[in-house]
């Protein structure tokens, strides 16, 4: 397919911005971007699509979901918003838990049925990549249960799915040692044969795994080939962040308790430095601190955590609007974060931006500001998204352009 987009008022690539600007797709990729003025003869004869004089941004990337599951926790939601903290609803047999029975009680297909719903909230706000973690299954067969309703939605969502399998909890009834045995020993051989997951993510934190059983989970996926991560500092400081620079871990997530010795680590190793807003405010911990981490020379993104207990929370711009405000984060900044970092912590340089090479995934704003969504809360004008050059969600009202 060879198509050329035009009538862009204002594009953020996001490296550059540029005015009246145009770019030309081939087979769902971007090869030439630049001024319209500046179309090169032999892209102008290729079919013409105009974008009204729009905004455009690339496609949105969400490098840290929790998509699928069963069930919601508007009762913990609740109680928490009373005072009760999180930690001692986790040790009463509420939070993840909760989460876990009722995973385990749906079937594959009310699963995938429930979170294609969920994806399609995220694709009218402009996520086109979006990466879904297991972990509320917790015995082998329910995380594999979780892992083919990831695949599956993978090959029918618009976006592109990243799957990953997530060492959560130690379920009840399972000795901590037997459990991780089980993990290394079986569970990831399963996963990497299969071709289930592309990495391993483990929640390091008092309540869910220690430092050494960390250690062991993610040395043992990297000797399978599958990429690795971390939910790290998010409830106490353990040496989790450290520990993700040290195995060249694609992220390490969270960050709330970590320190400037952790930002040194993950600036020198590469590993990206996610935060989940959601997550902070909702359980009312720290903010991460995204602006020290940015001048520390952290390559920093931004995720929506979405799940049901942590971070309900359906909006990227949401999330980029509160690391702007709490996190210091310029707007340009925090878009970066969203885009072109966000899809480094999967590991895909080719998306996240408007450049040669890369997938052509691009958001339509209905403003001739293609920053307005940033400015505008509670309301996202958002016209359309397209995934490879294909426009796959088009707003059913769109409104005129502010």
Known sequence: MKQVFTGIAELHTPRERLEQAAFAVQDGRFVWVGAEADLPEEYRGWPRTDLGGRGVLPGLVDAHTHLVYGGNRLDEYLKRARGERYEAILAAGGGIYATVRATGAASEDELYEEARARAQLFLAQGVTALEIKSGYGLLPEAELKMLRVIRRLG????????????????????????????????????????????????????????????????????????????????IAHTGATRLAAELGALSADHLEQSTPQDWQALAASGTIGTVLPGAAVILRKPFPKARAMWDAGVRVAIATDHNPGSSPLYSPWLAMQLTMSLGRLSAEEALFAHTENAALALGRANLGRIAVGSRADFVVVDSTSALMPLYQWGHTPIHSTYVGGRRVFRAASPGSLP
């Open 155 to 234: 090959e029918t969502l618009p976006q592109r799915v990243f799957p990953t399998l997530l060492a959560h909890v130690v379920p009840g009834g399972w000795e901590r040692e037997e459990y991780v045995a089980m993990f290394t020993a079986e569970l990831i051989p399963e996963v990497a044969r299969s071709g289930l997951a592309q990495a391993v993510d483990v929640f390091c934190d008092p309540g869910a795994f220690t430092l050494e059983e960390t250690r062991r989970i993610l040395e043992a996926a990297l000797s399978h080939g599958l990429k690795v991560k971390l939910h790290a500092e998010q």
